[in-house]
T-cell receptor, first 114, second 113 residues
Framework: KAGVTQTPRYLIKTRGQQVTLSCSPI?????VSWYQQTPGQGLQFLFE???????NKGNFPGRFSGRQFSNSRSEMNVSTLELGDSALYLC?????????????FGPGTRLLVL | QKEVEQDPGPLSVPEGAIVSLNCTYS??????FMWYRQYSRKGPELLMY????GNKEDGRFTAQVDKSSKYISLFIRDSQPSDSATYLC?????????????FGTGTQLKVEL
């Protein structure tokens, strides 16, 4: 069974631009969560989608948004990029998003903002 | 203050050593405790998962949870160079947290020959 895939793997943008990242969950998984990983803050929860609905949201500004499609694939968008948005963006999928379910992570998209 | 605290290391040990990795937490609502391993340029992978206080063993790995002290540990016996990675503790609430995991910042481990 294929794992979680994320595209692109690497991205370089400049301040003020916007970016869209994509995540394809494991086949059959309906819940997708997004995390931001930085050296100083570690992994921080961005949001979770289940059946095309945002079910949970972390403490990030409104510049960070996401969506989920009917095939469970998810995208996250960051508008008006800032230098501090440079990070590894990880998505994770679970079967039904129930508490205690194992979250399977993708390899991440490394974003560099210049 | 962060909800989950973890010593970032780096921690360097000789091959064959017993490694002890720890996290403390402040939110008593956390009921699920996990340890993830992350190799360079990869996403985290789940190593161990515990729900209650006590010990859980899986091969060379033992996870320990002490809810009264809000302290969790991961022990690695007979450490190997292939264990060199960043180890992340993660926690979740029983209710109200959805699928949101709260992570420690990770401990970088290097096992040397």
């Amino acid at each position: 069974k294929a794992g979680v895939t994320q595209t692109p793997r690497y991205l370089i943008k400049t301040r003020g631009q916007q970016v869209t990242l994509s995540c394809s969950p494991i086949s059959g998984h309906r819940s997708v969560s997004w995390y931001q990983q930085t050296p100083g803050q570690g992994l921080q929860f961005l949001f979770e989608y289940f059946s095309e609905t945002q079910r949970n949201k972390g403490n990030f500004p409104g510049r960070f948004s996401g969506r989920q499609f009917s095939n469970s694939r998810s995208e996250m968008n960051v508008s008006t990029l800032e230098l501090g948005d440079s990070a590894l963006y990880l998505c994770a999928s679970t079967l039904a998003g129930a508490v205690g379910e194992t979250q399977y992570f993708g390899p991440g998209t490394r974003l560099l903002v210049l | 203050q962060k909800e989950v605290e973890q010593d970032p290391g780096p921690l360097s040990v000789p091959e064959g050593a017993i490694v002890s990795l720890n996290c403390t937490y402040s939110n008593s609502a956390f009921q699920y405790f996990m340890w993830y391993r992350q190799y360079s340029r990869k996403g985290p992978e789940l190593l161990m998962y515990t729900y209650s206080s006590g010990n859980k063993e899986d091969g060379r790995f033992t996870a320990q949870v002490d809810k009264s002290s809000k302290y969790i540990s991961l022990f690695i016996r007979d450490s190997q160079p292939s264990d060199s990675a960043t180890y992340l503790c993660a926690m979740n609430r029983l209710t109200g947290g959805g699928n949101k995991l709260t992570f420690g910042t990770g401990t970088q481990l290097k096992v040397e020959l």
